[in-house]
Nanobody
Framework: QVQLVESGGGLVQAGDSLRLSCAAS????????MAWFRQALGKEREFVAA????????SVADSVKDRFTISRENAKNTVYLQMNSLKPEDTGVYYC??????????????????WGQGTQVTVSS
């Protein structure tokens, strides 16, 4: 497993932007597909975006397509989530997750074995 620490959350107004960061420890970051999930109060954790080990391939949930972008810098052991045109329904705790080494990216919560503690994003209307 890898240790993950998210940052960048906060309280913003609808239409604003935020960039979340997830810093990973260890030397296996570049061998792991990464993803962002979110969980609203009282709801199940849901997929937001994923990125392949080399950063070439990405997958984004339909609900955030054209607004959110996932990227990574393997030299910095960091994955990002750029969130634009935020809406109140984007409110929730955002989690960074890592797949086991050498596995392809996935949209399923159960296929990730390392999780950060989460960062709160609140979007007011």
């Amino acid at each position: 497993q890898v240790q993950l620490v998210e940052s960048g959350g906060g309280l913003v107004q609808a239409g604003d932007s935020l960039r979340l960061s997830c810093a990973a420890s260890g030397r296996t970051f570049s061998s792991r597909a990464m993803a962002w999930f979110r969980q609203a109060l009282g709801k199940e954790r849901e997929f937001v975006a994923a990125i392949s080990r080399n950063g070439i391939s990405t997958s984004v949930a339909d609900s955030v397509k054209d607004r959110f972008t996932i990227s990574r810098e393997n030299a910095k052991n960091t994955v990002y989530l750029q969130m634009n045109s935020l809406k109140p329904e984007d409110t929730g705790v955002y989690y960074c997750a890592a797949r086991p080494a050498l596995r392809s990216m996935s949209t399923y919560v159960t296929e990730y074995d390392s999780w950060g503690q989460g960062t709160q994003v609140t979007v007011s209307s």
